[in-house]
């Protein structure tokens, strides 16, 4: 049997969703890492199956899908996967949606705006991140927590609901992003903690497993800017 080909870089928040998705549910797959610091993303070969050059796209049986949250979906209608993860039922199904095209730009822009201003371009080219623009993007960031925290999780232990859903792993993986640039998303936010926690526990061990980039990005980070104020002092 021809296994899903997968193609990611645990760097990226949807890259992690999807693998400890299909490891979680047991869908099979053929794992295809690509490390987009290394620019691996950008041969030949990958733009003839993706023209858009990145992370995460998967090719099964002839179909190549580029999107995450659509590749979410597919993998929920076609592989025997639980109901509660993208209920049938068109209301509760509703509600899934509903999160998940609203994170677009909301969780996700801000959460990677910051990260990208504040880590990840100055690792990359060394040059220290404009303080003004990071402020700003961090308030803007700090602002969508909060209605995570104040919305989202109100009166209810998951987004969308009682029960987990795939909008919970999109949302968790986004909110860990900022770790990497030194900013805590759970600090003053209970409901956000005791949430992410359970979702931690749900995906145990592959969430843990996938993260390991997160850590390991964020000391990198936290050494870089430790050494710019050595050199700035």
């Not at 209920?87 to 509903?98: C, E, G, N, R, T």
């Not at 990260?115 to 990071?134: D, I, S």
Request: glycine share 2%; net charge neutral.
């Amino acid at each position: 049997m021809v296994k899903l080909k997968f193609y990611y870089d645990f760097l990226s928040q949807p890259s992690r969703t999807l693998y400890i998705f299909m490891k979680k549910t047991e869908i099979p797959f053929e794992p295809k890492p690509l490390n987009l610091r290394q620019g691996q993303h950008l041969t030949e070969e990958i733009e003839s199956l993706n023209p858009f050059k990145k992370v995460p796209f998967i090719e099964d049986k002839g179909t190549v899908l580029i999107e995450s949250v659509a590749i979410l979906r597919y993998l929920c209608r076609t592989y025997n996967v639980a109901d509660h993860w993208y209920p049938q039922d068109i209301k509760k199904q509703a509600l899934v949606d509903q999160y998940l095209e609203w994170q677009h730009h909301n969780t996700r822009a801000h959460c990677t705006e910051y990260f990208r201003h504040k880590a990840l371009w100055p690792l990359k080219t060394g040059q220290a991140a404009n303080v003004e623009n990071v402020e700003k993007l961090e308030k803007k960031m700090i602002e969508n927590l909060n209605l995570l925290e104040n919305i989202w999780l109100k009166d209810k232990p998951f987004l969308c609901g009682d029960e987990i859903t795939i909008s919970d792993l999109v949302a968790a993986c986004e909110v860990e992003q900022p770790r990497i640039a030194g900013f805590d998303p759970l600090v003053d936010r209970p409901k956000l903690t005791k949430w992410i926690t359970k979702v931690q526990s749900k995906f145990s061990p592959f969430y843990k497993e996938a993260h390991q980039v997160v850590e390991q990005t964020a000391d990198e980070y936290k050494y870089y800017a430790s050494e710019l104020s050595k050199k700035n002092s």
